[in-house]
């Protein structure tokens, strides 16, 4: 498939079930690099980088508030095994 970014073509492979979801990456990278390119005026490099994490950052905020903070629900989970186990040993001290 080909793609452009800031006008430049680049040919990708992609599965063809993913390709909506790569224009829609495609269109992101874009619009953030025309975002920086008026507040940066160092070299393409540099915007390109600031574009990769502007996009992270994004990505990381949107998983911790769409509630998908792996470290927490780990953390939840391990507390919920604990109580598990120390109820079932009161309850084995019943019999």
Same mark, same amino acid.
């Given at each position: 498939?080909? #793609?452009? #970014?800031?006008? %430049?073509?680049?040919? &990708? @492979? =992609?599965?063809?079930?993913? %390709?909506?979801?790569?224009?829609?990456?495609?269109? *992101?990278?874009?619009?953030?690099?025309?975002? /920086? /390119?008026?507040?940066?005026?160092?070299?393409?490099? @540099?915007?390109? =980088?600031?574009?990769? /994490?502007?996009?992270?950052?994004?990505? &990381? =905020?949107?998983? $911790?508030?769409?509630?998908?903070? *792996?470290?927490?629900?780990? $953390? $939840? #989970?391990?507390?919920? #095994? %604990?109580?598990?186990?120390?109820?079932? *040993?009161?309850?084995?001290?019943?019999?």
């Amino acid at each position: 498939m080909k #793609i452009q #970014i800031m006008g %430049r073509e680049y040919q &990708v @492979s =992609v599965k063809p079930d993913e %390709r909506e979801t790569l224009q829609a990456a495609v269109e *992101m990278v874009n619009a953030k690099l025309q975002q /920086l /390119l008026g507040k940066n005026s160092s070299g393409s490099e @540099s915007t390109a =980088v600031m574009c990769a /994490l502007m996009i992270a950052h994004e990505a &990381v =905020v949107a998983q $911790r508030t769409a509630g998908l903070d *792996m470290p927490s629900y780990q $953390r $939840r #989970i391990e507390a919920m #095994i %604990r109580q598990i186990d120390q109820a079932s *040993m009161k309850q084995e001290k019943l019999f």
